[in-house]
């Protein structure tokens, strides 16, 4: 499966082996995934592959039930015929479960929500997972077989072949069974991943076309914590065990307003979580009673409507987020570092203090640092656990 992953799906030149067969028609799916609505002729002509190829497997696909034709635009004649990706249907169930809410969701081949569910997420693990499992149920019944998959997006450090949960940070949960138990309650494919691989994954998939043609980019997800997604070379970077892009304890300086997840004050989610952004609102209150209490959306909404004192909490944290990336450009040089988390919200309002920190902090005026907010609107996470299904649709042979 990751020998595929690893080729190009977007020419034909590679596909030499015996599965010739298997990897054209993940060429020809991944451009109607990419261009849709798309012709015949123009996959033949994109491709390289000979229009008798491309039509016998466009049949295939459609028989398989993963793309369908709609009538394009008449130029005068007989309006041509067009394929896109059947988007009828729920294909994949994605949990997000956040550190205070959790989603359970459906979506559609392309990605795209169709019916969601939140609640809070409950400390007790028993009952979460008996919400996560109950709620997944509920979508899987109601689609009746159509459901091929379920991701799962956490806030964790996860060992992504077994989908063994190695470290839950502000949880008191050990080594919690969350694949193994969907697993059992489904008999549906489970697949996991830490939050910020996951919303890279959903970029490098979902994202808007700068963003999936670019093969070098780390994802900044801003949220209790920062965790970070690297892509090299279109493929997530996991590191021995899946421990890589624990960037969020990389030291930044010292006496930060809060301590990270593991009690010390010099790490960079000290500095630029969305924790410490509240800490910073309640410091310029003068810790105001119950100042410290606000949610991170509700700091981003009084600083859009234009309250100073949320305004300049969110500057001075957009200023550190910039100084850690600016830290790993010098590390790694990718092409972009793209922020996501609600932080994004906000991003008209920070991104010269963002850019600020990474210019204060990189040394040698190299290399040139691109910082952009997500291109995948307000549910990288989630999108990230659909993700975990529906690349392996378009990625494996094994699968179609
Ligand atoms: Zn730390």
């Known amino acids: 499966m990751n020998m595929v992953k690893r080729m190009n799906l977007k020419s034909a030149n590679v596909a030499r082996s015996s599965t010739i067969r298997d990897i054209n ?6 451009h109607i995934r990419e261009k849709s609505p798309i012709s015949r002729s123009d996959i033949a002509r994109l491709t390289a592959l000979q229009r008798s190829t491309v ?6 696909l459609k028989v398989n039930g993963l793309i369908e034709e709609i009538e394009g635009e008449s130029s005068g004649g007989r309006p041509p015929q067009m394929l896109s990706l059947r988007t009828a249907h729920a294909a994949a169930v994605g949990v ?3 550190k205070k809410k959790t989603i359970v969701a459906t979506s559609d081949l392309a990605g795209r929500i169709l019916e969601q569910e939140a609640f809070p997420t409950d400390e007790d693990f028993e009952k979460t997972i008996a919400r996560i499992i109950s709620l997944v149920n509920y979508f899987i019944n109601k689609n009746g077989g159509s ?11 996860v060992e992504p072949k077994s989908g063994r949960i190695l470290n839950v940070p502000h949880f008191d949960w050990h080594e919690p069974a969350i694949a193994e138990r969907l697993k059992i309650a489904t008999g549906l494919p489970v697949k996991i991943d830490n939050d910020a691989n996951a919303a890279a994954l959903a970029e490098l998939w979902f994202g808007r076309p700068e963003i999936n043609a ?9 949220h209790k914590g920062i965790g970070t997604g690297i892509v090299f070379d279109g493929q997530i970077y996991r590191g021995k065990g899946g421990t890589a892009g624990e960037f969020g304890h990389m030291t930044i300086g010292t006496g930060a307003p809060i301590a990270c997840a593991a009690g010390k004050y010099n790490c960079w989610e000290a500095f630029a979580s969305e924790r410490s952004a509240i800490a910073r609102y309640a410091r310029l209150l003068k810790k105001q009673k119950g100042a410290d ?6 700091l981003v909404n009084l600083a859009l409507e234009g309250d100073e004192k949320a305004r300049a909490a ?3 944290t957009a200023y550190y987020i910039g100084v850690g990336i ?6 790694l040089s990718p092409e972009v570092a793209i922020v996501t988390g609600t932080i994004v919200r906000a991003w008209s309002l920070v991104i010269e203090d963002v850019m600020a920190g990474a210019e204060a902090a990189l040394c040698q005026d190299y290399p040139t640092v691109k910082i952009i907010p997500s291109t995948l609107g307000n549910y990288p996470t989630l999108m990230g656990a659909f993700s975990l299904i529906l690349t392996d649709k378009f990625a494996s042979a094994s699968i179609i």
């Open 25 to 30: 028609r993940q060429i020809i799916l991944n």
């Open 55 to 60: 039509s016998l497997i466009v049949e295939e």
């Open 96 to 98: 997000d479960l956040g």
């Open 147 to 157: 459901i091929e998959g379920i991701g799962v997006s956490v806030p964790a450090l």
């Open 214 to 222: 670019v093969r070098d980019f780390i994802l900044v997800l801003i």
């Open 293 to 298: 209490k606000i949610s991170f959306a509700e």
């Open 314 to 316: 969110l500057k001075q």
């Open 326 to 331: 600016a830290n790993l450009f010098q590390g």
